[in-house]
């Protein structure tokens, strides 16, 4: 039966989750999410554990019909449905556009270390393949989807990704449900919609199997993605790799299918969108061959690829861009956000900078131009010291720069004035400068 199917995948998947609560269900009204819905309502989870959240995209006349249909569901089941809205104008990528909208509001709703579960089945996946192969993805891509995924505070679960709609539609039918049927999903301009109507029905007639044998594709791809994944994290590892750095020495040695694993690898943990394959010459040829005094930049997209002196540097392009705020730290300030950074009182023996205490609050601004530094008895300039403790120059307009008056009195990456050294008897200000992503700045 349907319904022992259904059954026997929340049960195998749910006892690989923590055992948190609640569950946020993205609930859309149609067979699949209803079929999830139930499933879990008959499994005993009830209105304590589950939280029902319904996506409103006012995409279609019939929205608010649904919001209803919804609701009434889970108020006949006793559960309260969360309703999100997400507005969004008809345009280019209007698919990929409102699931991202979607993911946004399901997100809202998921506490640190929960569970978001989706009614993906195995026909979404093999649709999910087709398109991504005909946009040309990589191995990553080709994966599909994953049962069980790890997100950044909490875990997505689709435990019905290896049923048919089919066999969600038969359950449904035995527990005597009803569902929406969104009219748009006929649609077949969408490519989706024309993957669903026209191609898969062409390939399964020829091929019974097909759907299957993609998810089983789809599961050996994943698998070649994690081998590939571990093999850039050995490789970056071997590059002294560490945040937004790598030593070129160790690129070098690579081949050209591993330094792109390893460039892919490195975007994706960053959050960055990989380059386009037409850039893989210009890496080779401007980015790991120019002189050691040269310091060329490779952008895409929202990302930039830099090399100063013996190092690749993977930034978000508005990383690159000057700090002109100023700020203020007064005696008692305990933290401080200053453009990319966030400065911290600490101990001496972690702080960046470490100067005697001031009475007064001391100014904060990046480097104008021309500043200099009285440094072991000798006014030195800024650039020159940054230069000599490799401060990348993009760093060197956003470095905070500590002012008393118009006295600099100490810079990131360059030191502190003599007379602002603490004596024996100071109590002495230790700072410590870290990237918002709480990793070391310098």
Known sequence: MSVDAVRAHLQQLLARMPDTRPLVVGFSGGVDSTVLLEGLLRLG????????????????PHAHDWVRHCKDYAAARGLELVVEHAELEDGAHLEARARQARYGCLERHIPEGGVLLLAHHRDDQAETLLLRLMRGAGVAGL???????????YQLARPLLELSRATLEGAAREWGLDWIEDPANTDTARDRNHLRHRVRPALTEHW???DASMAASAAWLREAHGLLAERAAEDFAACNGAGNQLEIAGVRP???ARRRN???WWCRRRGLRPPPAHLGERLETELLRPPRDRQPRLEWADACLARFQDRLFLLRRDELAPVTEVATWAPDTRTLDFGP???????AARADLWLMRPDEPLEIHAARGGERLYYHGMHRRLVERWREAGIPPWQRR??????AGDTLVAAAGAGVADAWQPGARDPGLGIVLTGVDGESAL
Not at 45 to 60: D, E, K
Not at 143 to 153: Q, V, Y
Not at 398 to 403: A, R
């Open 45 to 60: 989870f009830g209105w304590a554990s589950l939280r029902p959240v319904h996506v409103h995209h006012g995409l279609s």
């Open 143 to 153: 994966g599909g989807m994953d049962k069980l995924t790890s997100r950044a505070h």
């Open 208 to 210: 019974s199997a097909a």
């Open 254 to 256: 690579l081949s050209h």
């Open 262 to 264: 390893l460039l892919h």
């Open 341 to 347: 950074f966030r400065l911290e009182g600490a101990e």
């Open 398 to 403: 956003q470095l905070p720069l500590f002012f």
